[in-house]
C-alpha cells in the first residue's frame, strides 16, 4: 500500500502528448483515470461547486450584516469568556508522552519541530515582531457582508469550539486590533479570513520577523512522480485532511490582541491560529511534521510510504 497526506496538485486536462523518464504513459489521461478510478471529466461551464450548508440553523438569517442586529438575535448566539489558561483540542498529555519517547533517537532537524510544537500547544505560538503594534480599527470587506449568514455561521462554530471568544460590547483586551474580516469562497464551502495584511505597511504581518519562523516543508510534483513510479501497479494511494487544521495550535495570550475582529456590532478575538497569518504556516507544520515523525516511529512507517506531510 502507499499512503501520502494532503498532497495537493492541480492539473490540465489537455489530452496532449508528452515523453517522460519515469517509465509512465505519456497520456495524462491515462495517469488521471489510475488516480481516479474513472474516466477523466473535462470541466464545462455547467459544472458549479456544491452549495455552502449552514451548521448553524437555529441562528436567525439577517437581511442585513451590516448593522447591529435585534437585541432578540443575540440569545442565539453562545458566549465565551478569555480563558484563563491556553486551549487546544489537541491532547497535549498524550502528544507529549509519545514526543519525549521518540525525541532521543531523532536527528537535531526532527528534534527542533517536535520541541517547537509542543511548546506551542503547552503555552501558545508566539509571534516574532519587529515592533509593536498599534491599535486598530478597520471596517470589514465587502465579501464579508454579501456571505453574511456564512461569516456569521463559522463564527458560531468557533465559538463552540472554543477557537474564537465573545461577543464582547467593547475592545476585551488593551492595545486590541480589529482587523478586516473577508469572505473567501471554496468549493462547497465559504471561509472567514482575518486580513492580517491591512493596513499595508503597519499590518501584523508587515510586523513579522520571517526570519525567525522555520519553513515549512513542502513536497512536489516531482517527489509525487517518483513515488508513483516507485509504488507500482496496482497500488492503493490515499490522502487524509485535518479538520479546522490551523484551529489545532492556540496562540499565547500575548497575541489575542492582534487577532480581534468586529461583526454585528461586537468584538471577538481569535485565540487559535488565523487564516490568514503570516506565521501560520510555520506554526502549524512543525506540529504536522512532527505527527508525521510520530507516525513513522511509533508505527514502523517507512519513509518511502509518506510523500509530504500534513501542511502540503
Request: proline residues 11%; glycine residues 4%.
Amino acid at each position: 500500500m502507499y499512503s501520502y497526506c494532503n498532497w495537493k496538485f492541480s492539473f490540465s486536462l489537455e489530452q496532449t502528448e508528452r515523453s517522460t523518464s519515469l517509465g509512465l504513459p505519456v497520456s495524462w489521461l491515462t495517469i488521471f483515470g489510475w488516480l481516479t478510478s474513472a474516466s477523466a471529466h473535462y470541466p464545462s461551464p455547467d459544472d458549479v461547486p456544491d452549495e455552502a450548508t449552514i451548521k448553524n440553523p437555529e441562528v436567525p438569517i439577517l437581511t442585513d450584516y451590516r448593522t447591529a442586529p435585534p437585541l432578540s438575535f443575540w440569545k442565539y448566539i453562545p458566549f465565551r469568556p478569555l480563558p484563563m489558561s491556553i486551549q487546544t483540542p489537541v491532547n497535549v498529555t498524550v502528544f507529549r508522552h509519545y514526543v519525549m519517547q521518540a525525541l532521543p533517537s531523532w536527528p537535531f532537524s526532527k528534534q527542533i519541530r517536535a520541541t517547537g510544537a509542543l511548546s506551542q500547544l503547552e503555552h501558545g505560538a508566539q509571534a516574532p515582531l519587529l515592533h509593536p503594534l498599534p491599535t486598530l480599527f478597520s471596517p470589514n470587506m465587502q465579501s464579508a457582508f454579501e456571505h453574511g449568514p456564512f461569516i456569521t455561521d463559522n463564527i458560531v462554530s468557533w465559538l463552540k469550539a472554543g477557537f474564537i471568544c465573545g461577543p464582547f460590547s467593547f475592545p476585551p483586551l488593551p492595545n486590541f486590533r480589529t482587523n478586516p474580516l473577508k469572505a473567501v469562497e471554496q468549493h462547497d464551502k465559504v471561509r472567514p479570513c482575518m486580513n492580517l495584511s491591512h493596513p499595508i505597511g503597519s499590518s501584523y504581518n508587515d510586523a513579522l520577523f520571517k526570519p525567525a519562523l522555520i519553513t515549512p516543508i513542502m513536497s512536489s510534483a516531482r517527489i509525487f512522480a517518483y513515488r508513483l513510479f516507485q509504488s507500482g501497479k496496482n497500488s492503493t494511494f490515499s490522502k487524509f485532511d485535518m479538520k479546522t487544521a490551523y484551529k489545532n495550535i492556540p496562540q499565547h495570550p500575548s497575541v489575542w490582541p492582534f487577532q480581534g475582529f468586529f461583526w454585528q456590532s461586537k468584538f471577538f478575538v481569535d485565540i487559535s491560529t488565523v487564516f490568514g497569518s503570516g506565521a501560520a504556516p510555520s506554526q502549524f507544520d512543525i506540529f504536522a511534521a512532527t505527527v508525521q515523525f510520530l507516525a513513522e516511529f511509533l508505527c514502523l512507517l517507512p519513509v518511502f510510504f509518506i510523500c509530504a506531510n500534513l501542511m502540503t
